[in-house]
């Protein structure tokens, strides 16, 4: 089967899940978000065998920390919601921007000893597309103009934890 359209259904299951889940909140989020932190952490412990307790304990910080922050930003106020699609937003089009840039405009190597196949285009791609969406999604919802400047900052980011789980891929061998 095409690797494109695998990633895109996988992909529009996941966010129909995480959407679902996040419109209704509480107790039904709370769950889909500790299953996916325990997914985390699972594929973290599989990457780390034998390579000590502290890194099982960093694994553990790791999958945590974004948990406790989505459950967070969730439940904080009346905007919690929208704050929650505004970072699913950045999140998404950062992966989903830079995914279509690299592979159109991909020339120049990101880091390629440690992926290959990130781009310095994909990365620009990412970063634009998540501002342009996010920064719309902040002004349609009123969440603030200092939104606009942070979803840049927060693709660069995301392409930043990206190229370290892929270091962590590529000491354990994976």
Not at 17 to 46: D, K, N, P, S
Not at 72 to 81: C, F
Not at 130 to 158: E, K, M, R, S, Y
Request: aromatic share 12%.
């Amino acid at each position: 089967m095409n690797e494109l359209f695998i990633r895109t259904a996988t992909g529009l299951v996941l966010i129909a899940l995480a959407l679902l889940t996040a419109v209704l909140g509480g107790t039904l989020f709370a769950v889909f978000v500790a299953a996916i932190a325990t997914a985390m952490f699972y594929e973290w412990t599989r990457l780390v065998r034998g390579w000590g307790a502290i890194w099982y304990i960093a694994g553990f910080i790791y999958a945590l920390i974004p948990a406790l922050a989505l459950l967070w930003i969730r439940e904080r106020d009346p905007h919690g919601l929208d704050l929650l699609l505004w970072a699913f937003i950045v999140t998404w089009s950062t992966d989903i921007g830079a995914y279509f840039a690299g592979r159109r405009f991909g020339s120049r190597k990101l880091a390629p000893s440690i992926s290959p196949g990130k781009t310095v285009e994909g990365l620009c791609g990412g970063v634009v597309a998540a501002t342009l969406f996010g920064g719309a999604w902040a002004l349609a919802t009123d969440l603030g103009h200092a939104l606009l400047a942070l979803a840049p900052v927060l693709a660069v980011a995301a392409q930043a934890g990206d190229l370290f789980e892929s270091s962590m891929k590529r000491r354990a061998g994976v």
